[in-house]
């Protein structure tokens, strides 16, 4: 993403973080810019709206031959009535964003200029004059009454959240039920003889995702409370894992003990086969902690855009 904002700056584009969306108004006209990492492709978009159905006709008709022209670059390219879409693919995305960005614009300023088009809010989709507002996770065009209206929309999700407690009791509970269910998955697939690497991602993003839903409201307290929980349950299903072993070792060695004796024994036998048991179980531990730096960055992530409705400067053109 660093090298999509990089490159979107030399083209005069500001850049939003927390939506991940590139932004620069135009002569009155909201450009966005988006990249989808996973589909290696990315969108420049403008709200406008023509004067007349031919108008849009001819838009479309020019849309689609540009995309024609250029098929080995432009996976689509259309006109819905309420925003200009060009879509470009790039096998890399590191190569000529900032110049694919740029012919984008040209191209959707030309038809604007020649069709007479007018700036539309993306909300009430009236020919109004616009400004760029990052929404929560959007960065979108309207007008200065629909963005009073998701303003005075997103003060009120707030305060009504606000007189929502986080019930710590009952996410605990949710936090030690997902801990216990990427345990169990380690345990059994350690006794299996086979290592999950992913068990540890999963205790810590379950713990984390079920203490969200029993508690209701998620603080940085429950955060920590919810790894901290998640990743002593999945210590104790390591320890688990490694009495159940001790005790089948002693029974193929024709020498039967019982479970309490073989988890009395653990201790001492992660002793004399520490290097053994790390290597068995370091991955599960690095894993948690890559879930846990996930849940973390996803609560940062939530917290800033959740309720967010702002006006965004340095776009004008």
């Known amino acids: ?18 939506t ?7 002569d009155g006209f909201c450009f966005t810019a988006r990249v989808d990492v996973n ?12 004067p007349t159905e031919e108008s849009a006709r001819i838009l479309n008709d020019g849309l689609r031959q540009y995309a024609e022209q250029h098929k080995k670059t432009v996976k689509s390219a259309f006109y819905d009535g309420r925003h200009i879409s060009l879509c470009y693919q790039n096998k890399d995305l590191v190569m000529n964003i900032a110049e694919g960005v740029r012919e984008a614009v040209d191209v959707s300023m030309y038809y604007i200029q020649q069709l007479g088009a007018r700036p539309i809010c993306r909300k009430c989709h009236q020919v109004r004059d616009t400004d760029l507002y990052a929404v929560e996770k959007m960065v979108t065009a309207l007008c200065p009454d629909c963005f009073l209206t998701e303003q005075q929309k997103m003060e009120g999700h707030t305060a009504a959240e606000s007189i929502v407690t986080e019930n710590v009791p009952l996410g605990l509970l949710g936090a030690l039920l997902g801990g216990l269910g990427g345990a169990v998955l380690w345990v059994l697939f350690y006794l299996l003889g086979k290592i999950v690497i992913v068990a540890g991602a999963l205790a810590a993003m379950a713990s984390y995702f079920l203490y969200k839903v029993f508690a209701k409201r998620m603080s940085k307290k429950g955060v920590f409370l919810s790894l901290g929980i998640g990743l002593v349950v999945l210590l104790a299903g390591m320890y688990f894992a490694i009495g159940v072993d001790v005790f089948q070792e002693f029974q193929r060695a024709a020498y039967p003990i019982s479970f309490s004796e073989a988890f009395d024994i653990v201790p001492e036998y992660i002793s004399w086969n520490l290097g053994v048991v790390l290597f ?20 940062y992530t939530d917290n ?11 776009t004008t053109l």
Do not use: E, H, P
Not at 39 to 50: I, L, P, Q, W
């Open 304 to 314: 800033k855009t959740k309720n967010r409705a702002v006006r965004l400067t340095g």
């Open 1 to 18: 993403m660093a090298t999509f904002n990089t490159q979107l700056q030399t083209i005069g584009f500001a850049y939003d973080w927390m």
């Open 20 to 26: 991940g969306t590139g932004y620069r108004k135009i």
């Open 39 to 50: 589909a290696k492709m990315y969108t420049v978009n403008v709200s406008c709206a023509v």
């Open 280 to 299: 068995n179980n370091i991955f599960g531990l690095i894993t948690y902690l890559a879930g846990a730096g996930i849940c973390l960055a996803q609560f």
